[in-house]
């Protein structure tokens, strides 16, 4: 599928996609979701897994804030996933900061996430590379990080997505690049987790490398809208819902470089 055809098939169909995600980016990846076209629920208590997730088109994993009960949560919620066949996204954040926090994600992405989306400090961090990252933001540029995706790929059998100033996706045979957005993008907080969110919901309505590619594309046209309109970071959020709301089908391949 085309990312123009995933991106009508979300507007259409409103898909549910369950957000277990860090307290910082609840809200921020509830309304990103919403404004795009699919339906989030942050639902993450242990005892509503088996119920719940089976029923959603997409699952979105992020370890921003993690704690024992919240761990018990992804695993679980990510096995049912997997024995349900629905997609879902691992966003690996800082997993490279703790012992504890590398542990969670390295078990989380031994279950194989349909997508594995993050920056590349993180992405070469999840490849057993050295990266520069500082916290949740990277020091690494995409560049360095293309030859650490796509061996994750090969070898995690995932679609890899590396968010940058220019996007990189590889699902270990094709890669493609993503242009546009803006450098405000990272200077509001929860963007990228909201990104993780949203390839959860597009990867309820296709492929998985349609649907990150569409996801990505989808951020970068709506990133350069709202930097048009926008005086700073403070007004940059605002018009970024907005115009994930407004862009049209047709706008995405404008940003996509094979």
């Not at 991106?7 to 910082?24: A, K, W």
């Not at 650490?148 to 690049?177: E, I």
């Not at 509001?188 to 296709?206: D, E, F, I, P, R």
């Amino acid at each position: 599928m085309q990312a123009q055809d995933l991106f009508t098939y979300l507007r259409d169909q409103n898909p549910l996609v369950q957000c277990i995600t860090n307290f910082v980016s609840m809200n921020v990846a509830a309304n990103v979701v919403l404004a795009a076209g699919a339906s989030p629920a942050m639902v993450h208590a242990h005892e509503e897994i088996a119920d719940f997730t089976p029923i959603c088109g997409g699952l979105a994993v992020n370890i921003g804030t993690l704690s024992p009960p919240w761990v018990d949560s992804m695993m679980a919620a990510a096995r049912v996933a997997n024995d349900t066949g629905v997609p879902w996204v691992l966003d690996p954040v800082a997993h490279f900061i703790s012992g504890y926090r590398k542990d969670a994600a390295q078990r989380l992405m031994a279950l194989r996430p349909t997508i594995l989306r993050g920056n590349a400090s993180e992405i070469l961090a999840m490849a057993g590379e050295a990266g520069s990252g500082k916290g949740a933001d990277s020091r690494d540029s995409v560049e360095a990080a293309q030859d650490a995706a796509v061996s994750l790929a090969q070898t995690f059998g995932s679609v890899v997505a590396v968010s940058g100033p220019t996007d990189f996706l590889t699902d270990g045979v094709r890669s493609v690049m993503v242009t546009g957005g803006s450098d405000l993008m990272p200077k509001v907080t929860a963007l990228g987790c909201s990104q993780s969110a949203l390839m959860g919901a597009y990867a309820g309505c296709g492929p998985a490398f349609d649907a990150a590619l569409a996801t990505l594309a989808h951020f970068k046209v709506a990133g350069t809208k709202a930097a048009a309109r926008a005086d700073g970071p403070g007004s940059f959020q605002p018009h970024f819902l907005d115009a994930l709301y407004t862009t049209q089908a047709h706008e995405l391949a404008d940003v996509i470089k094979a």
